[in-house]
């Protein structure tokens, strides 16, 4: 999911002058005013050390609760640039969230063929010659793959996907914002909302690709007690549930739609790009689940630990008691 920030001017006429001017090592930027502005740039540096040398001066510039866009000069051949997201975990929740849900967009206005790699860093070390290096090492210990087998590779992946019924659509919410489902997550809402089916849908995230998908689960819950059973005490969910509520104090039963968005804290050792994923798409999931495959939700609910949902919050929810009113009195006049 975008967040509607688009570049600015200012910053596509710095990134063009970065693109010719070879002795330029960086540009660092930011958001400001609701779009990507340019911050300063970085000049190669004068030693003979190269990139260790030239990615020090970035130092500086890395603030412990100040999140920050790093464009860098990297490699000797096209594509020369690599793109960084450093967001600290001291930063304040709702410039983790900007800065996480717009740095696609930071490379693709400047236009994406100019980046080899994004990067997303939480520490200035991991931005140092040493952080780089490391992150280097990893990235080779991954078994080399030459076009060819890259590309025939994910053709199969392809053909396995649509085999297993689980391709991915690109759903287009806004002109800034597109969610990527899994199609047999929308399917089962759709199910849902026709009142076919467990009567269950839930979702996660896939951190690798960013894609919603949906969580097997052969369950059928009923209740309350028995949904809770169901959702993960580890990681996040989106959670659809259709449920057949008894009034607490008689009276019509109502077949409803609830949604829950659980975040427990253990998830936190999941890594916070992984937990901001989910405040981000939380949105989105639901004008999927109402433009797309027709769900009418009565109540939302957003907690951190599943074992928060109870019938009666849940109940009380659905079946508020009325107010007491008391009539209006005029107030005597003085002397009476």
């Known amino acids: ?23 330029t090592f960086g540009l660092l930027v930011t958001i400001s005013s609701e779009s990507l502005t340019p911050v300063t740039t970085l000049p190669r540096s004068s030693t003979s050390s190269g990139f260790s040398a030239d990615v020090a001066q970035l130092a500086p510039h890395l603030k412990p609760d100040q999140p920050l866009y790093v464009l860098l000069r990297r490699h000797a051949d096209a594509p020369y640039f690599i793109a960084v997201t450093y967001v600290p975990d001291a930063a304040k929740v709702r410039q983790k969230m ?29 931005l140092s010659a040493a952080g780089f290096e490391k992150h280097e090492k990893h990235v080779e210990l991954e078994a080399p793959l030459t076009e060819e087998e890259r590309t025939l590779g994910e053709v199969k992946k392809a053909e396995a996907e649509a085999g297993a019924g689980t391709g991915v659509r690109e759903i287009h919410l806004s002109k800034t914002m597109n969610m ?15 009142e076919e089916g467990s009567g269950l849908v839930m979702l996660k995230i896939n951190p690798e690709t960013e894609h919603v998908e949906l969580v097997p689960d052969s369950s059928t819950p009923s209740t309350i007690p028995e949904l809770v ?9 989106f959670t659809f ?31 916070i790009k992984f937990r901001m994923m989910y405040p981000l798409m939380k949105r989105a999931v639901l004008e999927v689940a109402k433009s797309e495959a027709g769900l009418n939700i009565e109540k939302k609910f957003e907690v951190e630990e599943p074992s928060e949902i109870t019938e009666q919050s849940v109940l009380s929810d659905l079946f508020p008691e009325a107010e007491t009113r008391t009539a209006f009195r005029r107030p005597k006049r003085p002397g009476r």
């Open 1 to 23: 999911m975008q967040s509607g920030i688009s570049a600015s001017q200012e910053l596509v006429s710095e990134f063009n002058k970065l693109l010719a001017d070879t002795s």
């Open 98 to 126: 900007l800065f996480a849900s717009t740095r696609l967009t930071l490379v693709r206005e400047l236009g994406s063929e100019h980046f080899r790699e994004t990067i997303f860093a939480t520490t200035a070390d991991e």
């Open 180 to 194: 990527p489902i899994a199609a047999d997550a929308l399917a089962s809402m759709s199910e849902l909302a026709r």
């Open 229 to 237: 059973e169901t959702i993960s005490s580890t990681e996040p969910r």
């Open 241 to 271: 549930f259709r449920y057949k509520a008894t009034p607490p104090r008689g009276g019509d039963e109502k077949n409803v739609v609830l949604f829950f968005y659980t975040c427990p804290a253990t998830a936190v050792n999941k890594g």
